[in-house]
Every structure is written in structure tokens, then in C-alpha cells.
């Protein structure tokens, strides 16, 4: 693979590039360079999260390093749960990860960010970023001033630092971290450091349809990679796929993210008087024939389904035989599904 192969893969269905120029140095110039993505652990690992993991794995087959940082001390800071249960989550997602086939460096934040030198970085950091700027660069709307705490505008900033502090050559994120990571490349050089190149993935739109957040509390919009095949195939068959419409469909985004983009193609079962099968070895065959309703939405989610329980197979086997790693989910009140007994 040459070094715009290499790159052309690590760009494939990502929303942006910061910058292509950047990406393309390292690939030329660096030959196991490090690329990472960090996450909070306080939830379950969903398919929202599966776009991440199926974009590292290309960066991975890129030749890069992969990282993952488990990012334990923020979700703490962030206030979402007692220190002894993060890292009970967080061997929960690792083992997720793995049998997904991402043979990445995992990290605790823990391992680093309480050191001399990551402090002082942080302290110097908080001295040159202004309180206006450090909450632009937030996800939270910060309106209700009473609900915000100081731990949450220092999270920005060392999410930055890490980049720094891991030794990394690509930041991954979504594209809803954009405003992180343009204070990283902001603030930064500002310690001496060079700027981050940054990529980020597009977000995988609800499974009830656009304007519905993804979330672990409303079952119609996503599910847990863990989960039983016929949950995923319930959840699949109810979801928003109007006939015809490409943009903002989650069904049609699978396909385009987690089948074609993962180099798979898609067999359609179809009844002979109903057309058929169909097989599709491009997404751009499909999208074409589900815009002129060649291809019926009731189709596509069968053919869905049965690729997404499929590819999830590995993971249901880990927890087959490692049930006691969803105990922490138990604890949040998540179900144990039913394959275990």
C-alpha cells in the first residue's frame, strides 16, 4: 500500500481532515505512526460508537498504531460515576473493542495524567486559555451556569494535553469534538508544542430518524454491541427508513459505514415475486436503487440486520464466557441479554 492509498483509507467516510497536507507528511514520512481516540466509559458501547471503532480499524490496517485512551479520570471529573465502577466499565469496553478485532494500545488516563509534567502542562495550559475560550471549546450548553462545574471546563483542556502527552501523530474524534480539538491546535504551540492533525468521523444518525439523540434510555434509537440477535433485528426493523431518502437515513448510513466500509458486499433475500435477490457490491448500486424504490426499505433492514447480528457475533462470544464483565451495566440498570444463562 502506497502513501496515498494509506491516506485515501484513513480519510474513507470521515467528515473532515485537519489538515489533508498534514495527513499526507505523515503517512510519506513515518512508518508506524500513532493514532488515537478516547472515550468515556460511562455507558454502553452502541453502535453510534461501533463508526469509531470501524474508522481505527482502517487507520490500523493504514499502518498506524492505534491508541485508545480510556478515558477514566474525565469520566470522573465529568461527573459520571464512582472511580471503582469506571474501571469495572472500562474492562467492559476493552473487551468489546477486542473482539471487534482492534488490536490497539489501550491507555488509562490515570496512567499519565497525574504526573509532574502532565500537571504542569495543565497548569501552564489553564494560564494562557481564557474562561470565554475554555467554554467554547465545551460540548455542554452553559446557559445554566449553576449546573457547570470548573472540573468541566478543565476537561477540554486536557483532553488537548493528551494528545501531547501520549506521543500521537493523528487525533480521531467525532466531528461533535471539533471544538476541542481546535483549541488544541490553538493553544498548543502556544507550550512549545506542534499543532495536532486532526480527524474526525461523521455522527450516525438515531435509529428513530434525525432530531432523536441517540440514546442508552430509548431502546428505538440505538443498541449495545452486546446485545441478543433479536433485539438488534427488532430495533432494526422498527427503525427510520423512508423509502427513497439517503440523506439522514441510519439504515442506508450502516450500509455505507459498517458494510460497503468494511470492503463487505450485501446480499438482499427477496421472494421471486417480489423481484428476487439482490447483490450489491458498491454502496453507490444500492443507494441508486433504494432512491428509485427498486430496493423496498422492509428488504434493506432484513439484509441489515442479519449483516449487524453477523459481524457482531465475536462480541456476544466474549461475553458468553466472560459474563461477569457486564456486571457494571447491570448496575445502571441494563439488562443481561438473553444468550446468557
Not at 2 to 7: G, N, P, R, T, V
Not at 29 to 37: D, S
Not at 202 to 214: F, I, N, R, V, Y
Request: contains cysteine; glycine residues 6%.
Amino acid at each position: 500500500m502506497d502513501a496515498e492509498e494509506k491516506k485515501q483509507l484513513v480519510m474513507r467516510n470521515s467528515e473532515e481532515t485537519v489538515k489533508e497536507e498534514e495527513l499526507e507528511e505523515i503517512v510519506e514520512e513515518k512508518e508506524n505512526p500513532r493514532a488515537y481516540v478516547g472515550y468515556e466509559t460511562s455507558g454502553p458501547v452502541h453502535l453510534g460508537h461501533w463508526v469509531s471503532v470501524r474508522k481505527m480499524l482502517d487507520i490500523q490496517e493504514a499502518g498506524f498504531q492505534p491508541v485508545v485512551l480510556w478515558a477514566d479520570l474525565h469520566t470522573y471529573l465529568n461527573k459520571k460515576g464512582e472511580e471503582a465502577w469506571i474501571q469495572d466499565m472500562t474492562d467492559y469496553w476493552q473487551a468489546t473493542f477486542e473482539a471487534l478485532g482492534l488490536d490497539a494500545e489501550y491507555v488509562h488516563g490515570r496512567d499519565f495524567q497525574e504526573n509532574n509534567d502532565y500537571f504542569h502542562d495543565l497548569l501552564t495550559m489553564m494560564q494562557k486559555t481564557t474562561i470565554n475560550r475554555g467554554e467554547r471549546s465545551m460540548q455542554h450548553d452553559l446557559r445554566d451556569k449553576e449546573e457547570v462545574y470548573v472540573s468541566q471546563i478543565t476537561y477540554p483542556l486536557m483532553q488537548a494535553l493528551d494528545i501531547i502527552h501520549l506521543d500521537l501523530d493523528l487525533a480521531v474524534a467525532g466531528i461533535e469534538q471539533r471544538k476541542i480539538h481546535m483549541l488544541a491546535r490553538e493553544q498548543l504551540p502556544k507550550l512549545g508544542y506542534e499543532k495536532p492533525t486532526c480527524l474526525h468521523w461523521p455522527l450516525l444518525t438515531s435509529l428513530a430518524g434525525e432530531g432523536d439523540k441517540m440514546s442508552s434510555s430509548k431502546k428505538n434509537t440505538m443498541f449495545p454491541l452486546h446485545a441478543d440477535p433479536e433485539e438488534i433485528r427488532d430495533v432494526i426493523e422498527e427503525a427510520y427508513c423512508p423509502q427513497g431518502e439517503v440523506d439522514d437515513n441510519p439504515i442506508v448510513q450502516i450500509c455505507k459505514l459498517f458494510i460497503f466500509g468494511a470492503d463487505r458486499d450485501l446480499e438482499v433475500s427477496r421472494k421471486e415475486e417480489h423481484g428476487g435477490n439482490l447483490h450489491y457490491e458498491k454502496f453507490e448500486e444500492m443507494a441508486d436503487d433504494f432512491e428509485s424504490g427498486e430496493l423496498h426499505p422492509l428488504d434493506l433492514k432484513e439484509a441489515v440486520a442479519e449483516e449487524v447480528v453477523e459481524r457482531f457475533k465475536p462480541v456476544r462470544d466474549k461475553f458468553r464466557e466472560n459474563p461477569e464483565l457486564l456486571e457494571p451495566l447491570e448496575e445502571i440498570g441494563h439488562e443481561t441479554p438473553g444468550y446468557i444463562t
